[in-house]
C-alpha cells in the first residue's frame, strides 16, 4: 500500500506537468499591420517602427465595394491612391464588401461581380507580386449564401492564390446561423464589439466583459485564424443620448486639459460651449465618449486567447498602421502583447 501511495506520489509531478502542458498551447508569431487610408503613403517613423518589428506583410485596404442604388450595380468606393511596392514588405489587398451589396447582387450576377472586383484589384497593384488576397465583410444570416458563393467563384478563378477573410466574434459565436466561410484561414477581428449608439455601452473598440462572452466555443471553430488587434483611439460624439459621429485618433488629456469640456466619469466628457473639436463643430451639452484600448487590456486579451487559436503558427494584425496610433504604443509594447501568445 505504501509503495502504491509513493509511486502515486513520484508520477503527480509528471501528471500535472503533462496536464498542464495539455491545455496550454505555444505559439510563434508575426507581427503585421492594417494600412486603412486613401493614399498610401509612410513617414520615416513608421518605416522604422515596422523595421524595428520585423513586419513582413501590410494588409492594405484596396478599396471598398458598395451598391448604386440609382444605377443598380456595385462600384468601387475610396480606391487607394499612390500605391507602390516596398522593399522586403509583402502587400496583402484587403477589399471591405458592404452587406448593401451581397443583398442585391442576385446569384446569376456572382462570376460578373467576382470579375469587377478582381480587375480592380489587378489594376490598382501588379497581379504577379499579389500571393495573398483579403475580403472583409461584416456578412450575416442573411448574406451568407451570396458572400459564400463569391468566395468560391473566387476560389475557382484562383486556385494557385491564397486567400482568407475577416471574422467578427459574433460570426464565431453563432456560427450555426452566419455560418463558416469556404475559405482556409480567417482574420479574428478583436475590436467593434459592442453598439456605437447604445447608452450602455462603455468601450465599442473593445469592452473586456463584452469580449469575454463571445469566445466560449472559439477552440471549436474549424478554420485557422489570425489575431486583428485595435491600437487606435476614438470620440463617439452623442447629441441627446444619440451618437452623431465618430471623431478619430483623439488625446484624452485634449478632453481633460481645456475649458471647452466637464469631465462626467472616466470615459464621458460633457461640452461647456458650441466650439470646434479636431474640426468637428461641438454644441453646448454634447457629450463626447472617449475610446482607446490600453496595453494592459491588449495583453489580457492575448492570455484569453492563446489556447483558444490552435494553429501554432499566428499572424497578429494591429488596426492600423498610422503614426498617431504608433506614437501612443512603442514598439517594445507590442512585443510584450505577442509574448502573451508564447
Known sequence: ??????????????????????????????????????????????????????????????????????????????????????????????????????????????????????????????????????????????????????????????????????????????????GVPPVKSGMLMVYNLDKIGDANTHNSILDLKSFEMYIAKLSEYPLKLDIALPIFSQGVLLRNTKAMYLIQNINKSDLENTNEFKKIDNVHFKSINNHYFYGNYIYKNDIIRYENVGLAILKQVAQKLKNRIKNKNLKITYFHLDSINISKIKYNEIQDINNNFH
Not at 509531478?13 to 498551447?25: A, C, E, G, K, W
Not at 492594417?34 to 484596396?62: A, G
Not at 504577379?128 to 459564400?148: A, M, N, P, V
Open 1 to 178: 500500500m505504501k509503495r502504491t501511495v509513493y509511486l502515486l506520489l513520484a508520477l503527480l509531478p509528471i501528471s500535472l506537468f503533462l496536464v498542464f502542458n495539455y491545455f496550454t498551447i505555444s505559439h510563434t508569431t508575426e507581427t503585421s499591420f492594417y494600412y486603412w487610408k486613401t493614399v498610401f503613403e509612410l513617414n520615416n517613423s513608421e518605416k522604422s517602427y515596422l523595421k524595428q518589428l520585423n513586419v513582413k506583410s501590410l494588409n492594405v485596404r484596396f478599396f471598398d465595394v458598395d451598391w448604386d442604388d440609382n444605377l443598380k450595380t456595385t462600384y468601387p468606393l475610396g480606391v487607394i491612391n499612390n500605391l507602390n511596392p516596398i522593399a522586403n514588405i509583402e502587400i496583402i489587398p484587403t477589399i471591405f464588401i458592404t452587406n448593401k451589396t451581397l443583398y442585391h447582387i442576385k446569384e446569376s450576377q456572382i462570376p460578373n461581380f467576382c470579375k469587377n472586383v478582381t480587375n480592380k484589384i489587378f489594376s490598382i497593384y501588379d497581379s504577379s507580386k499579389i500571393k495573398q488576397i483579403q475580403f472583409d465583410c461584416d456578412w450575416t444570416e442573411r448574406t451568407k449564401g451570396t458572400y459564400f458563393s463569391f468566395l468560391n467563384e473566387f476560389k475557382q478563378n484562383f486556385p494557385n492564390l491564397n486567400f482568407s477573410v475577416t471574422i467578427r466574434l459574433h460570426q464565431i459565436k453563432f456560427k450555426d446561423k452566419t
